[in-house]
């Protein structure tokens, strides 16, 4: 996606590649990080939703699980936490809209750039203090968002409980992308032997220092990169998540297993 401070139009992009990814057989559906908002941190705050009290944002999510009948893993949303906090919360609706687990991005991106920029998510953004997995069709699925990428022992932990495959829904910029999206990501999937899937924000999001690098995408359990959206315009990409591959590779090569205690 390509989202930007409309955020009517973000949703319907949303609700348009919802709808191509169910026609294409998918059955679980991840949208990226801040798909419904991205501008000013400030901006945040008054489109803020809850669970208890939920906005359009959150109420489209429903309404698209429910009528494409698929999983919807909801990459990044402003969860309000206080007056002048919000989470950066990741959010998992079953296909009846219900919704059965939502993570709050542990990892906030406070960072000055060598292009010139400089983020600050913590100004607005309250970290969350808990990992999360949610069971999807294919197995356990661990929640994470963006930044967290860069922090492997979370990853580790979610596969300590069990997941096979893990979320990074996420917004790079174009300057860190280019170097590290995918040498982590296929890092993360071969480090935690699981599935990497990886919902991504492309392209001038019309703010200013606000542009992200694209090229969402799934990593199976060997480092491979299987499904790749690699066009600068919004699309889907479709990739099947089998569990036997899992075991067979955590079998076949058993560093998991492996680990031991040190100091």
Excluded at 19 to 26: E, R, T, V
Excluded at 101 to 120: E, W
Excluded at 175 to 197: N, P
Excluded at 202 to 223: I, K, M, N, Q, T
Aim: one cysteine or more; glycine letters at 6%.
């Amino acid at each position: 996606m390509c989202s930007r401070r409309d955020v009517a139009r973000n949703l319907k992009t949303v609700a348009s590649l919802v709808a191509k990814a169910s026609a294409q057989g998918a059955e679980v559906v991840f949208l990226p990080e801040a798909f419904a908002y991205i501008g000013s941190d400030e901006g945040q705050i008054p489109i803020a939703e809850t669970f208890a009290n939920p906005g359009p944002i959150f109420l489209t999510c429903v309404d698209l699980a429910r009528s494409h009948e698929v999983h919807l893993i909801a990459g990044g949303f402003p969860e309000r936490a206080s007056v002048d906090k919000i989470y950066n919360t990741c959010f998992h609706i079953a296909p009846n809209g219900d919704i059965h687990a939502s993570y709050r991005k542990i990892h906030l991106f406070d960072v000055d750039l060598a292009n010139g920029t400089k983020l600050q998510e913590s100004r607005t953004t309250a970290p969350g203090d808990e990992i999360v997995t949610t069971e999807l069709p294919f197995g356990r699925l661990g929640l994470s968002v963006c930044y967290d990428l860069r922090f492997p022992r979370l990853y580790q932990s979610l596969v300590d409980a069990g997941a096979i495959a893990l979320a990074v829904p996420s917004a790079f910029t174009a300057y860190t992308g280019q170097a590290h999206w995918h040498v982590l990501l296929r890092a993360r999937a071969i480090e935690c032997q699981a599935y990497i899937i990886a919902p991504a924000q492309v392209g001038d999001h019309e703010y200013p220092g606000r542009h992200s690098f694209g090229h969402a995408l799934v990593v199976d359990p060997w480092g491979t990169v299987v499904a790749e959206c690699s066009k600068s315009e919004p699309d889907v990409a479709i990739a099947d998540i089998d569990p036997m591959e899992v075991e067979r590779i955590r079998h076949q090569l058993p560093s998991l297993t492996n680990q031991r205690e040190f100091q």
